[in-house]
């Protein structure tokens, strides 16, 4: 059996799968976890990313204001359920010609050596990835964005690879963007990035057509026995729109640009009324995952329908083995 | 304290605010208060005017037959909130060349003097502004249409002003129209246009997204001591198609295409199932809006998902405090 | 009154017509019928065909994997409405040239002599009508593919016209196709197809908007003393996408591509949660029909939202009626 | 036959029909006559009117700068054929609120009574119609617009009918417009504008391709004994873009929206090198033209490729034979 | 060295090869053979075919006319260079449901046994191929359109395969069509088509580009002792629009869609000022080819720029020899 | 007067300014330069590099073949207008991973220090920028990618500025782009690169609509007395395509992403008939220049309508003078 390589965590949300599940994700029986109105000038609040932080958990939430701008806030929570989010995003320090706001989205936030790590979609004359870090959740400094413009979903690994720190993301274009493959760059320091490889794109004809429109990486990639465990998310097109669901892969731990193994099967996908319907319709979009080294456990934290914030169970077994039963040939 | 300039209506449709409402306006806990199927062969109401009639009320409703063509229907109700509309759409008189139906929706009325006039868009080689009046809701007569196609969204102001009838709408193209901004006209006789003015536009960046694709006016200006207070719809374009919202704005008394306050922040939106699921989902429109003067009440009369009509409730102190809470820089 | 002229069905599911229900088709009070999840891996069972078969029912049905790959698999069930459907696809038998599988959706079955035909859209470079056949839905044998791609929704008509076989079919292009028109083609030997007619067409303007942007063959016709009976769905393009609804016409009994009469009015539509919630919001689309010629009901198999199957129940005198109350001028 | 009502120009720009000419309309021998350079810092000069104007002529030029800034000027010719144009734009005197220049393009010039008239396409947030009026093409002063966005093409009659003065134009969108009819509107004064009347529109089908895509008013309407002879362009939309050809209609003298006769054919189309080759290839769009009522001879001034400007010629009985000969069924 | 099976044609047009050529196909010197006014009201003539036919040539012409409106008209030449075209279009005997005539263009003739068979894109609620024949062209029947629309550039082989009439195609959209490729098709009757068949695509990425967007049959395959000489029209979408190109391949001689060598250059081109410039710029588009089984010489006939008509030789060595020297891989 | 800031290259093309020259940029009187048939195999060559090289003049050149291949080819000349362009493609030694060839087009090539770098459009799963050295135009060497696709037009700056090497590039999408802002990157070492910086965007409106819908620059920054050089290329979207000018910009010596001019007018633009007529009508496209630093003298070498090469000349005074002259507001 396959082992998570990290530390435990063993208060972890967790709920036992319920018997009868056909898949290897099974969400949380309480779910939406966080409404749409949890702070006080907010229209929705998901695609979300929390981390183990002291004796409970830390956060960084993306809440669009009834204004419908977006931004980042940070939150904590005892028990990585319920969750108190601050009414004011974030503020970063840095050199003014780098905290220049435009817009902020869908954040994840990545632990390595001492640092809180945020990547998120920041505006900077078009989407790319915006980065900073914090060791409170209370200050927080800005870094250079990482890329060029147009990029989204920067996610970044949480140790260094062969000396480098390495970032998955998606570059995409202005809009909506009707395409979308998953790359992994490299840096030395955070601030230059360079030896971009392609990792893995979207899936043409029948076979797995839930991925078949564009592919972005979701979590923080969990290191396992067996490489790295990287949960995403895949859209199809349908006539009346996208559908965003949530699939898994494992790269190759040293190599991670490297696919070891791809889900052909979703794992979990619009099925609830709040996945359903909201702001945008259809989706389940991952942005972090909480793990417990012990037990294999995962918790996945998902934004819902645009709208809402959900969470979700499985584990490294759970998932490997559903590689393997249903193998992307 | 602002004030309404108008009559009293001591006995229109109202609620107390709850609460615990986040924002300035709620909704009337029985909605929808128009189901879909109301006539014989409705497909669905939504997108309908009323106005205070006799000791109780009169409408003009918009209601797609189960062949999905668009029409407009008389109606009559004592209480605002329960509705008996007819089962034939309105049959105008006047000139053939004028009175030719190809389709006909989305209705406004406003009294003028002792007359009730209706605007609606009306197809005439492409969708423009059709006009009509009538003063018992029984006997309709037709104007000429006021504007070229291809226009949406025609609001009459209640009174001239300085000596002009004045009328907002929102020009449009043949189709769904993914632009839409808000111009006044003026009109020394209701057949003759002219000296058209930009009111305002769509939001471009992050600042009020939910407006960002276009906007249209939707009740008739209420006026206060400040100004004109119009409520109009906003819409964003997401993947997953466009999201309609409801705003406010406050224009200048004398010179309407001046806008002396704007809603950054929308006062409602598609949240509710019957606002969020139908014919097209995400949709609030508002066509309408009874006011008391003595308490400055206002109740919205609104379209539900394009199949059901809505009802909510604010105060002219609300909507002006809200405005002035998030100002749109 | 007219008859169908076909065989006893006594049996075969019906529930009387509710009082106030408006129109002619009422929905089974326990829909859906088939749940998303009714086999090991289907992410949705909808748009299915069934028959009677021995002394119940056979099927063949849509269900889309949970890796979205679309395949048909056979079912059977004792009253129509409890079904076991097959966790494995069909396996036709055939020239390898022809059995090549790419992807297989939306299947028809239809009993002409002592074979069960089955029609489906079958990737071969493109969409186009695949078929096969069956006496016992364990064995199945491929035939050529009817038309050259780009096709869907192949229909074949239950008996000889004429001396020549019938389809009717919907001619489309490679993606989700903004237009449609349904035509009958002729074949003397199910090979060889031509003699090709236009049947009907879309409907410009507002008197049936429904069926303004693309119209498709359902059900097998069924065959009265009128005319061949065909129940069709149409599709209108809102600004929020496609709405799928159905609707009938009568056609020429030896010349079927002559239409006699036609629906005006929908028959049915997306009103339902499960119908205008799902992988495809907004979506009544049917796929077949039983019928019993001694009482001359009719219950239509239809797939809801691209999700799940529903069942509902009308009569030959319903519809014909309904034809004459709202005709298509 | 028929003849102009009008009056003499004898010396007006001509030359004889070449032998061997096919169809109705000549052009000039020495074409272009106005070559892309003819301003200091102009980039294209065309699509322009031209009046009688004492002993010669004048005109408004757009002239587009080699910044792309498009803008009209003053011109003045001896023969009609070589023009001195302004190296500086129109300044339009007016009130403030409605001289604003966002851009100018496309000008007709009407004279009405003693004084020309300018309408052309002016930039008021989107394109409509702009208006103003000169005496000695020097001084100018601005009127209202016209009409709400978005229009092109304002074309005015020559003088009042039936005591209104009336205007031709070509409602579209706000970029490059997929459609296009022609309406005809009417006003006591020039300021306000109503009564609007479709004239005609596209031609779907194949009998008229080269007008299927929109069309739009040309030169001002000349007033002949058979009624108002409109030279107008229509577009067809190719696989490589739009081609611009030129037709005529022959409107009712006193209710000019009815149409008594229309070119099926086109009367010029892009053939020659500079009207296939610049910066919009394959354009010919008329916008002006001179008369002689004594030999009912017509010059038509059309810009060629949106670079240059050409001449051509016709009589008033070519154009009205030709449409008899090739009638619009 | 391989050679045409068929029969002589030492009279045929023919220019030798120039030095220097770099490719294997060379323009007659006289180029363009046809221009565009060749008949009394043509707009353009371009996209035809011929034959050999007595002592002389006959053919089938695109003609638009000057109301571009598209059909075909016959022709006859004593060179193959200098034609003779009808002033009329083709009227066909036949079934009056068959020849009701939408538009008609882009014709192949093709002779089979003693017939001359002519197959064109013919409008029949849609793009489809019409089938007719003549005896001595000037008097034609019309058979039935061989497919269902959408479809163009239908191509018949020059005699039955394994007892089967065959016929190529190119199954299209309603418009421009952005995808497209090379189908065929069986028929015992020349009525009924089946047992279809894919031949070959477009080239993704960057090893043919030129025919990366859609690709269709031009002339009638030419039979050879390696198999079928097919030339046909290869697209590539640059963002300035389509450009048609020519190229070649070699079909199994019994079983034709299968390829035995495919052309990764263009064999021809647009480069002359004719071929670029015209109503649809940059389109070479061959329709028919002459070859003479002496000599394995071959003319090809192409239209040029939607507007004119060309002529260009080779050999068939010459095209066998290129596909060697430049294999699609 | 402004100076060039570099060494002497007195025998460089040069022809004097013609007399009546409107612009500052005037054409080489024998162009084009380079025929589309200049290799053996080439079907265009076009947007292209060159540099002194010993005692003449090397290039890279982008060839597109025969089977609208794209790739980039050495050439060498004495004169710098006369080339030897190699029939085969640049083979790059370097990484495996890397070396892997898409596509290759659009280079630039670069001196600094004592080597010559390329950069160029290099097909990686989308386009991005390639790199590569030589210090022979014999021998090459690839480095890594520089960025993530997808981007176009990476151009170095011929010198480190403040211890970084710098490039301009023009972020874009996988297609044809209707959008395009220059950025400015920085690398320590030519593999990692970073603190990217908006440089300047697309102009809205009428003010320089030359430049509104992309921009990305074209030759190696020209560094002067007054700051860097830019020549770059601007697009505007017609009715009937893209239209490529050119434009220059003056940067900052030590931040080059702050803007000191910039060019209202463009400074050419298609206008002969090579420019306009071509495979892409109507591109005139920079990618190099050749400067003498003791006259100021410049060349620009610009692909024409992606066919042909041309060459023109201007000075430095020419160009900064136009820019005070006509200067962006």
Redesign the interface.
């Known amino acids: 059996m396959a082992h998570i390589i990290g530390t435990s965590l063993p208060d972890m949300p967790w709920q036992d799968k319920p018997v009868n599940t056909?898949?290897p994700v099974w969400r949380y029986s309480q779910n939406p976890i966080i409404p749409?109105?949890a702070t006080?000038?907010s229209?929705s609040i998901f695609n979300s990313a929390v981390v183990p932080f002291k004796d409970g958990y830390a956060g960084v939430f993306r809440c669009d204001?009834?204004?419908?701008?977006?931004d980042i806030f940070p939150g904590f929570s005892k028990d990585g359920i319920n969750w108190e989010i601050s009414a004011e995003p974030i503020a970063f320090g840095g050199d003014a010609?780098i905290t220049v706001r435009?817009?902020r989205y869908d954040p994840r936030v990545c632990k390595i050596d001492d640092k809180y790590y945020i990547t998120w979609c920041n505006?900077?004359?078009?989407p790319?990835i915006g980065m900073g870090w914090t060791q409170d959740f209370k200050t927080f400094y800005q870094l250079?964005?990482?890329?060029?413009?147009?990029?989204r979903n920067g996610v970044l690994f949480p140790r260094k690879i062969r000396n480098m720190y390495m970032m998955l993301?998606r570059?995409s274009?202005?809009g909506?963007t009707p395409?979308g493959?998953i790359?992994c760059?490299?840096?030395?320091?955070l601030?230059?990035?360079?030896?971009?490889?392609?990792v893995m794109?979207t899936i043409n004809?029948?076979?797995?057509?839930?991925q078949?429109k564009k592919i972005g990486p979701g979590a923080v990639p969990i290191e396992t026995s067996e490489g790295w465990l990287m949960i995403y998310h895949g859209v199809?097109n349908?006539?009346?729109?996208?559908?965003y669901r949530i699939g898994c892969a494992l790269l190759d731990i040293d190599e991670p640009w490297k696919v070891k193994a791809r889900s052909?099967?979703?794992i979990l996908?619009?099925?609830e009324?709040y996945e359903?319907?909201?702001?945008?319709?259809?989706?389940t979009f991952p942005c972090a995952a909480l793990t417990d080294a012990d037990t294999g456990r995962i918790a996945i934290y998902y934004g819902c329908a645009?709208t809402v914030t959900g969470l979700a169970f499985t584990t490294v077994d759970e998932l490997l083995n559903y590689m393997k039963e249903?193998p992307l040939a």
Not at 238 to 243: A, D, H, P, R
Not at 276 to 283: E, L, Q, T, W, Y
């Open positions: 056909r898949g749409r109105d006080p000038n229209n204001s009834r204004s419908v701008s977006m010609e435009e817009y505006g900077a004359h078009g790319t250079e964005n990482a890329f060029l413009p147009y990029n993301s570059p274009d202005t909506h395409f493959d790359f760059s490299q840096s030395p320091d601030t230059f990035w360079g030896k971009h490889r392609w794109g004809g029948d076979a797995s057509a839930w078949s199809i349908t006539c009346n729109g996208f559908v052909r099967n979703y996908g619009p099925q009324l359903c319907v909201g702001d945008v319709p259809n989706v645009d249903y």
